[in-house]
């Protein structure tokens, strides 16, 4: 199970970080942890994800640079450090955990088959 939470509202040009607090899993050994996000009217995205075994992360072309998603391990919480946030950056913002391998082809990957999302948190960007 994973939460989300720490959505909020920022002026363009802000930072914020969100929290994604994992339980009753094994994700820490084997599983890969993603950050998704679904704007008003359009379709949910895959973001950035790490693989925690490896520590491999992958971010999508439009956060590059921007974005970073640290974790602490003795709090099981994987973070979505988000800057320089942009109106653009305005969504509902999700995690996600499964197996595999971090990619961007595991993004597509959960995007597809998922079904159950969690709560999510609402980051909006705007003066």
């Known amino acids: 199970q994973v939460v989300e939470s720490g959505g909020g509202l920022v002026q363009p040009g802000g930072s914020l970080r969100l929290s994604c607090t994992v339980s009753g899993s094994t994700f820490f050994d084997q599983n890969v942890l993603g950050w998704f996000r679904q704007a008003p009217g359009k379709e949910r995205e895959g973001v950035s994800c790490i693989s925690y075994n490896s520590g491999r992360t992958y971010y999508t072309g439009s956060v590059q640079g921007q974005f970073t998603i640290p974790r602490d391990n003795a709090k099981n919480t994987l973070y979505l450090q988000m800057n320089s946030l942009k109106p653009e950056d305005t969504a509902m913002y999700y995690c996600?955990?499964?197996?595999?391998?971090?990619?961007?082809?595991?993004?597509?990957?959960?995007?597809?088959?998922?079904?159950?999302w969690g709560q999510g948190t609402q980051v909006t960007v705007s003066e």
């Open positions: 996600a955990e499964d197996v595999g391998a971090c990619s961007a082809s595991w993004l597509q990957f959960v995007l597809g088959a998922r079904t159950n």
